[in-house]
Nanobody
C-alpha cells in the first residue's frame, strides 16, 4: 500500500514557474513508476508526465514537453514536477500516481494503482 500526498499548487501568472511535490509513504517507493496527471475544469483527467523507478527515463505529453520536468528522489520518497513557462491552459488539479507500469509511455490511468488527492494549479493570463 502506498499513500501519496501532493503539495505546491497555487495561483500564478502566465509565464511563472511552480514546483509540485508528491510525498509517498512506505518503503517501496523506488519500486513504482511515478506519474503526474491533471484534470482541467470541465475536462477529463489526462496524463502529463511519468518517470521510471530509477529516475533514468521520463516521458511527457506533447503539451508540456520542454516546459515541465519530472524527477524523483528515492531517498526522500518524493516525486516532483517542475513547471516552467506556465500557461492558462495548464490550469488544473494535478494528481500524482504510482504503479508497477511496464511501459513508461502508457498514458492510461488504469495502469496506476495509487493516487493522491490532488493539488490545484491556477494560471492567470
Amino acid at each position: 500500500q502506498v499513500q501519496l500526498a501532493e503539495s505546491g499548487g497555487g495561483l500564478v501568472q502566465a509565464g511563472d514557474s511552480l514546483r509540485l511535490s508528491c510525498a509517498a509513504s512506505g518503503r517501496t517507493f523506488s519500486s513504482y513508476t511515478m506519474a503526474w496527471f491533471r484534470q482541467a475544469p470541465g475536462k477529463e483527467r489526462e496524463f502529463a508526465a511519468a518517470i521510471s523507478r530509477s529516475g533514468g527515463s521520463t516521458y511527457y505529453v506533447n503539451s508540456v514537453n520542454g516546459r515541465f520536468t519530472i524527477y524523483r528522489d528515492n531517498a526522500k520518497n518524493t516525486v516532483y514536477l517542475q513547471m516552467n513557462s506556465l500557461k492558462p491552459e495548464d490550469t488544473a488539479v494535478y494528481y500524482c500516481a504510482a504503479g508497477r507500469v511496464v511501459v513508461l509511455t502508457t498514458t492510461l490511468e488504469s495502469e496506476y494503482d495509487y493516487w493522491g488527492q490532488g493539488t490545484r494549479v491556477t494560471v492567470s493570463s
